[in-house]
Antibody, heavy 119, light 107 residues
Framework: QVQLVQSGAEVRKPGASVKVSCKAL????????IHWVRQAPGQRPEWLGW????????KFSEKFQDRVTFSRDTSASTAYMELSSLRSEDTAVFYC????????????WGQGSRVTVSS | SYELAQPPSVSVSPGQTAAITCSGD??????TSWYQQKPGQAPILVIF???ERPSGIPARFSGSISGTTVTLTIADVQAEDEAHYYC??????????FGGGTVLTVL
């Protein structure tokens, strides 16, 4: 069955970077986009952007476009999100989610990767 | 960016019907999805394209749209429906956004 399996929890100091992975199982990786979403404690989900897993093209939320990078390894069916210049406000759970290219909804989500930014 | 407004909370008794609204100018032109999120879990898609239900989601969940307001309706509310609910849409520049979320309390 379809699954998105994310990497584990990370702790970083302010100013550092973090890279989260999202491995797709049970479907053809390049047939769906991968979106990334951040959710701080007690807050709404916040959209970071997405990657076209077939072409590698990306689009970012204006809020994060200077600090976030998306990549993918099609041979490993894995997408990556790297966030740089971390600050305490980045402490959150980061999710990847699958999205059909012709639709706008996220039908499967990863389990989430908790990132803690603390000195 | 654009805003999607939801009521912070909705409370109903078991067996009653809950209606959760989401308002925003973008909703008149783009499809809306709804997600259910329970504490410590990832969101789950419950409605897409305004009123379509994914397989596995009970028929008690339905969606509708009127102008720039979309509504998630949960009939015959069960205790297991207690959760946060978020609306979501994308604008024509392929930018996605989530509503502020509504906590559904089953009394």
């Amino acid at each position: 069955q379809v699954q998105l399996v994310q990497s584990g929890a990370e702790v970083r100091k302010p100013g550092a970077s973090v890279k989260v992975s999202c491995k797709a199982l049970g479907y053809t990786f390049a047939s769906y986009a991968i979106h990334w979403v951040r959710q701080a404690p007690g807050q709404r989900p916040e959209w970071l952007g997405w990657i076209n897993t077939a072409t590698g093209s990306t689009k970012f939320s204006e809020k994060f476009q200077d600090r976030v990078t998306f990549s993918r390894d099609t041979s490993a069916s894995t997408a990556y999100m790297e966030l740089s210049s971390l600050r305490s406000e980045d402490t959150a759970v980061f999710y990847c989610a699958r999205c059909d290219y012709s639709r706008g909804h996220f039908d499967y989500w990863g389990q989430g990767s908790r990132v803690t930014v603390s000195s | 960016s654009y805003e999607l407004a939801q009521p912070p909370s909705v409370s109903v008794s078991p067996g009653q019907t809950a209606a959760i609204t989401c308002s925003g100018d973008a909703l008149a032109k783009q499809y809306t999805s709804w997600y259910q999120q329970k504490p410590g879990q990832a969101p789950i898609l419950v409605i897409f394209r305004d009123n379509e239900r994914p397989s596995g989601i009970p028929a008690r969940f339905s969606g509708s749209i009127s102008g720039t307001t979309v509504t998630l309706t949960i009939a015959d509310v069960q205790a297991e429906d207690e959760a946060h609910y978020y609306c979501q849409t994308a604008d024509r520049s392929a930018t996605w956004a989530f509503g502020g979320g509504t906590v559904l309390t089953v009394l």
